[in-house]
């Protein structure tokens, strides 16, 4: 049994390892300055390292962005800037080999700091917003915004921090900046050490369990005759656990990078500040004041057990990758983009855009566009299952969970592993496309199922 792991895994575990050294540093300095210019330092000599000369890219990515984003213009021109040269380091990918970054680290380099370096000049420009007291009434602000005028130097080291610099989660820089702000005697109260330890424990029990189980449900194993002679119900299960066992990949990097955050302060809030993954704290709390109850939730990237122990399908995707998310949330759904009448233009909106965001490979439209379709399917049998008599709501409740959650999303998740249309194409076509079947006919089934519905009798009731 080979239970090495990938040349990508061991440029994960370095990466977070040589992250981890440096947050365990900030804890032995007290000055906030010195910890961010360690975590940046770390950061950027990291980057070179790996990205060779297409730092460079990174680099011209990170000034463009950042130069924008401190003069004060709108914050839609950064997301429209950062995501133009997101794309076209993508299609240098599909021209030049040397430059293939969909399945390397640099690729995930550019993936985040995207996404911060749009976050922080939304922050910047609420900051003047806010000042000037000329509040917009259609436009929404769901954080806090800044209270002193960011440097453009500590922009720089944010967008250059260690701490999940290549996986995620994504903070935003109001929690990067308080978060390195921390005195140690307030931050020794916080109980990291114990929840740094519990996320590590788990980190390391799913990094373990996939490379156990890719030894019997790897990817390579699904372009084998032994899985085209299989039934197909066992073709479908063996599908099902192998996207499950190459999801377990992501989990383990994004609860190390989550690990790395704790240690270094980023994300520390008191509970009463009732924080949110992404966004940061959502309610007022003197934190002058004794506070023995703090937690993590703005870099909580992945709640494991809630994700798994979700009925819908919908409601597993909420708990998946969650900073991110509220990351497109803000800065996509509901931007003004698109009429915010037009909920489910604006759900395949956001679902493209982070399609981009992933690259130009197939397999990542194919991944969120499926994920946009069995959200509606969802809500469409929400809306016709009303009608109902409990039993048959019972069934329909089982009858989803078992097409939607335990079939359609990890179907989906192989667009995210393999990439390239065509093996997934195979995969698909040896399942005989249950999974798009099953979107399509279960809402089908239920609206004709609705006409022969007995409707009330309103003159009867009236009386």
Same mark, same amino acid.
């Given at each position: 049994?080979?239970? =090495?792991?990938?040349?990508?895994?061991?440029?994960?575990?370095?990466?977070?390892?040589?992250?981890?050294?440096?947050?365990? *540093?900030?804890?032995?300095?007290?000055?906030?300055?010195?910890?961010?210019?360690?975590?940046?330092?770390?950061?950027?000599?990291?980057?070179?390292?790996?990205?060779?000369?297409?730092?460079?890219?990174?680099?011209?990515?990170?000034?463009?962005? !950042?130069?924008?984003?401190? $003069?004060?213009?709108?914050?839609?021109?950064?997301? #429209?800037?950062?995501? #133009?040269?997101?794309?076209?380091?993508?299609?240098?990918?599909? /021209?030049?080999? !040397?430059?293939?970054?969909?399945?390397?680290?640099?690729?995930?380099?550019?993936?985040?700091?995207? =996404?911060?370096?749009?976050?922080?000049?939304?922050?910047?420009?609420?900051?003047?917003?806010?000042?000037?007291? *000329?509040? !917009?009434?259609?436009?929404?602000?769901?954080?806090?915004?800044?209270?002193?005028?960011?440097?453009? #130097?500590?922009?720089?080291?944010?967008?250059?921090?260690?701490? @999940?610099?290549?996986?995620?989660?994504?903070?935003?820089?109001?929690?990067?900046?308080?978060?390195?702000?921390?005195?140690?005697?307030?931050?020794?109260?916080?109980? +990291?050490?114990?929840?740094?330890?519990?996320?590590?424990?788990?980190?390391?029990?799913?990094?373990?369990?996939? %490379?156990?189980?890719?030894?019997?449900?790897?990817?390579?194993?699904?372009?084998?005759?032994?899985?085209?002679?299989?039934?197909?119900?066992?073709?479908? %299960? /063996?599908?099902?656990?192998?996207?499950?066992?190459?999801?377990?990949?992501?989990?383990?990097? +994004?609860?190390?990078?989550?690990?790395?955050?704790?240690?270094?302060?980023?994300?520390?809030?008191?509970?009463?500040?009732?924080?949110?993954? @992404?966004?940061?704290?959502?309610?007022?709390?003197?934190?002058?004041?004794?506070?023995?109850?703090?937690?993590?939730?703005?870099?909580?990237?992945?709640?494991?057990?809630?994700?798994?122990?979700?009925?819908?399908?919908?409601?597993?995707?909420?708990?998946?990758?969650?900073? *991110?998310?509220?990351?497109?949330?803000?800065?996509?759904?509901?931007?003004?983009?698109?009429?915010?009448?037009?909920?489910?233009?604006?759900?395949?909106?956001?679902?493209?855009?982070?399609?981009?965001?992933?690259?130009?490979?197939? @397999?990542?439209?194919?991944?969120?566009?499926?994920?946009?379709?069995? $959200?509606?399917?969802?809500?469409?049998?929400?809306?016709?299952?009303?009608?109902?008599?409990?039993? +048959?709501?019972? !069934?329909?409740?089982?009858?989803?969970?078992?097409?939607?959650?335990?079939? #359609?999303?990890?179907?989906?998740?192989?667009?995210?592993?393999?990439?390239?249309?065509?093996?997934?194409?195979?995969?698909?076509?040896?399942?005989?496309?249950?999974?798009?079947?099953?979107?399509?006919?279960?809402?089908?089934? %239920? *609206?004709?199922?609705?006409?022969?519905?007995?409707?009330?009798?309103?003159?009867?009731?009236?009386?």
């Amino acid at each position: 049994m080979n239970l =090495l792991p990938s040349q990508q895994a061991l440029d994960f575990v370095v990466v977070t390892g040589s992250s981890l050294l440096a947050a365990l *540093t900030c804890r032995k300095i007290e000055n906030p300055v010195t910890r961010r210019l360690l975590l940046g330092g770390v950061g950027f000599i990291t980057a070179i390292y790996y990205s060779g000369l297409q730092f460079l890219y990174v680099l011209l990515l990170i000034l463009l962005t !950042s130069s924008i984003a401190m $003069t004060k213009y709108h914050p839609n021109v950064v997301l #429209v800037i950062a995501f #133009v040269l997101r794309i076209l380091s993508n299609i240098l990918a599909i /021209q030049f080999k !040397s430059w293939d970054d969909d399945n390397t680290i640099t690729g995930s380099l550019l993936m985040i700091t995207t =996404l911060k370096a749009v976050g922080v000049s939304y922050e910047v420009h609420t900051y003047y917003f806010a000042k000037q007291e *000329t509040h !917009s009434t259609n436009r929404k602000v769901l954080s806090k915004p800044l209270e002193h005028e960011p440097k453009y #130097v500590d922009i720089l080291l944010y967008l250059f921090c260690c701490c @999940g610099q290549f996986t995620g989660p994504y903070y935003t820089f109001k929690t990067y900046y308080e978060g390195t702000s921390i005195p140690n005697k307030v931050y020794s109260k916080t109980h +990291w050490k114990q929840y740094s330890c519990k996320i590590f424990l788990h980190c390391l029990i799913a990094i373990t369990v996939h %490379l156990i189980g890719r030894q019997y449900v790897g990817l390579h194993l699904l372009g084998t005759e032994g899985f085209k002679t299989m039934s197909l119900p066992t073709r479908i %299960l /063996q599908v099902v656990l192998t996207s499950q066992n190459g999801g377990l990949f992501l989990i383990s990097s +994004w609860l190390g990078a989550e690990c790395v955050c704790v240690v270094a302060g980023i994300g520390a809030y008191p509970k009463e500040m009732k924080s949110k993954s @992404g966004q940061g704290p959502t309610a007022h709390f003197n934190t002058s004041e004794d506070t023995s109850d703090w937690d993590f939730e703005t870099i909580t990237n992945m709640r494991c057990w809630k994700h798994y122990a979700c009925c819908r399908a919908s409601e597993a995707l909420k708990e998946w990758n969650s900073c *991110t998310q509220w990351w497109l949330v803000r800065h996509c759904y509901i931007a003004d983009f698109i009429p915010q009448k037009d909920k489910m233009l604006r759900l395949f909106f956001t679902m493209t855009i982070s399609a981009m965001w992933h690259g130009l490979k197939p @397999g990542f439209y194919i991944l969120f566009w499926t994920s946009s379709f069995v $959200t509606i399917s969802e809500r469409i049998c929400d809306n016709l299952r009303t009608g109902l008599s409990d039993v +048959w709501k019972m !069934s329909l409740d089982f009858f989803m969970f078992i097409c939607f959650r335990w079939i #359609v999303i990890p179907f989906a998740g192989l667009g995210l592993l393999l990439q390239e249309f065509e093996p997934i194409y195979e995969v698909y076509k040896s399942c005989y496309f249950l999974h798009i079947i099953s979107i399509v006919m279960i809402p089908l089934v %239920l *609206t004709i199922c609705s006409q022969f519905q007995p409707k009330p009798n309103i003159k009867s009731k009236i009386t």
